[in-house]
């Protein structure tokens, strides 16, 4: 079954612990994302991957990492978490960018 | 810079079409895209539209253009509460915009809400 997975699905931790929320998609696709939504603010895009070593920002990076190793994950890395990261987050992967295919979400409280 | 509006709620009867409606700004050729996401769950495609259409239709999906007024609308006939969620419209923004990203501009969703 073509998937996108994220975990962990939920996570609550402290300011400063740093953690990682791993993605991974069985497509064979180029393309993957990292989004944040918050209420009111919509989607946001955090880091995007064109191809494997290729990685770039997106419109909120500041706060986060991101690595391209594998065509298949696309880990996000948050070094010193704060609690205005505290959001719900997706990965999601693409052939061309349009038509992308998302995980099934990781929240993530900050305390 | 490019924009998507979308009105955030929507409440239909059951069995009744619904129509949710969103308005985009950039005037390039583009793809638009219709995407819902249900409670807990991530956002998956439901359809999408090249701006050179006016009309698509799948099974219960209609999707209109009009170009002049940059207007999009999703149709959803017979609508059942399965289809209670959150509907997000989506723009690819053009290349001398996004470089090799080609990101999507959303909306912020409009939660349809299907009363029995």
């Known amino acids: 079954e073509a998937q996108v997975t994220q975990n962990p699905r939920y996570l609550i931790t402290v300011t400063g612990k740093k953690l990682t929320v791993t993605c991974s998609q069985n497509?064979?696709?180029?393309?993957m994302s990292w989004y944040r939504q918050d209420p009111g603010l919509g989607l946001r895009q955090i880091y995007y991957?064109?191809?494997?070593?290729?990685?770039d920002k997106g419109d909120v990076p500041e706060g986060y990492k991101v690595s391209r190793k594998e065509k298949r994950n696309f880990p996000l890395i948050l070094e010193s978490p704060s609690p205005n990261q505290t959001s719900l987050y997706f990965c999601?992967?693409?052939?061309?960018?349009?038509?992308?295919?998302f995980g099934e979400g990781s929240r993530l409280t900050v305390l | 810079g490019e924009d998507v509006e979308q009105s955030l709620f929507l409440s239909v009867r059951e069995g009744d079409s619904s129509v949710i409606n969103c308005t985009y700004t950039?005037?390039?050729?583009?793809?638009l895209y219709w995407y819902k996401q249900e409670p807990g769950a991530g956002l998956q495609l439901l359809t999408y539209?090249?701006?050179n259409m006016d009309m698509k239709q799948d099974q219960r999906l209609t999707v209109l253009l009009n170009k002049k007024d940059k207007h999009l609308s999703l149709r959803i006939a017979d609508t059942q509460t399965g289809d209670s969620a959150i509907y997000f419209c989506?723009?690819?923004?053009?290349?001398?915009?996004?470089?090799?990203?080609?990101?999507?501009?959303w909306g912020l969703g409009t939660s349809l809400a299907v009363n029995p």
């Open positions: 999601a992967s693409s052939q061309n960018a349009g038509e992308l295919f």
């Open positions: 497509m064979n696709h180029e393309y």
């Open positions: 991957s064109m191809n494997v070593e290729v990685t």
């Open positions: 950039d005037s390039s050729s583009t793809y």
């Open positions: 539209i090249f701006s």
């Open positions: 989506a723009e690819k923004d053009p290349p001398w915009n996004a470089g090799n990203n080609r990101k999507l501009i």
